[in-house]
């Protein structure tokens, strides 16, 4: 089964910029996207197509993608950023998707 | 409103059967895919699989292949997951989610509030 690997944890003071990586063997050829889940509740999409926003997400979440690794990042982070955020992407013949293990971002 | 409801919490016993729902409601439901994402108690998200309800294509992680069935009834908008003999492990929130557009090559854009499945003897 396709594996996409993330950091199990990430930590930054508000105001400050929070990187998170994806890193996956089929990303040169697949989108990743980005869901962002809060203790309790459903995942909510904060990325797609490697670099679209949703409506409603707020401009401090940007994507982008470069070989192997996809990474999304929160510029500005403020307290309501701290979730539990999942890459996803498709299998290197786009016949099925995987979850990455996730990353917790704490606001110090 | 647009939006994705699931049916409630389920208790089962290992070896029995179960089927959970997911009905679409408020958009024209034959053309979204709509999948199913497991969560086990205090891990991470898991796909398990996806079905386009127009023609019932349905694409499976291998992790979840032969291990549950997708299905779904168009003419109700509802997506189906089941299982025919649950184990202990299958102890879980089940999320359905739908694509943002037709397209397979796309993300879950909408989620259902999750359906709990609890498996004990």
């Known amino acids: 089964s396709y594996e996409l690997t993330q950091p199990p944890s990430v930590s930054v003071s508000p105001g400050q910029t929070a990187r998170i990586t994806c890193s996956g063997d089929?990303?040169?050829?697949?989108?990743g996207f980005w869901h962002q889940q809060k203790p309790g509740q459903a995942p909510v999409l904060v990325m797609y197509?490697?670099?679209e926003r949703p409506s409603g997400i707020p401009e401090r979440f940007s994507g982008s993608s470069s070989g192997t690794t996809a990474t999304l990042t929160i510029t500005d982070v403020q307290a309501e950023d701290e979730a539990d955020y999942y890459c996803q992407s498709a299998d290197s013949s786009g016949n099925y998707y995987a979850f990455g293990s996730g990353t917790r971002v704490t606001v110090l | 409103e647009v939006q994705l409801v699931q049916s409630g919490a389920e208790v089962r016993k290992p070896g029995q059967s179960l089927t959970i729902s997911c009905k679409g409601v408020g958009y024209n439901f034959a053309t979204y895919w709509v999948g199913w994402v497991r969560q086990m108690p205090g891990k991470g998200l898991e796909w398990m699989g996806i079905i386009y309800p127009r023609d019932s294509e349905t694409r499976y992680s291998p992790s979840f292949q032969g291990q549950v069935t997708i299905s779904v009834d168009k003419s109700i908008s509802t997506a189906y997951l089941h299982w025919g003999s649950l184990k202990a492990s299958d102890t879980a929130v089940y999320f359905c989610?739908?694509?943002?557009?037709?397209?397979?090559?796309?993300?879950?854009?909408?989620w259902g509030r999750g359906t709990m499945v609890t498996v004990s003897s």
């Open positions: 089929a990303l040169p050829k697949q989108y």
């Open positions: 197509k490697d670099n």
């Open positions: 989610a739908r694509h943002k557009t037709d397209s397979f090559s796309d993300a879950f854009h909408m």
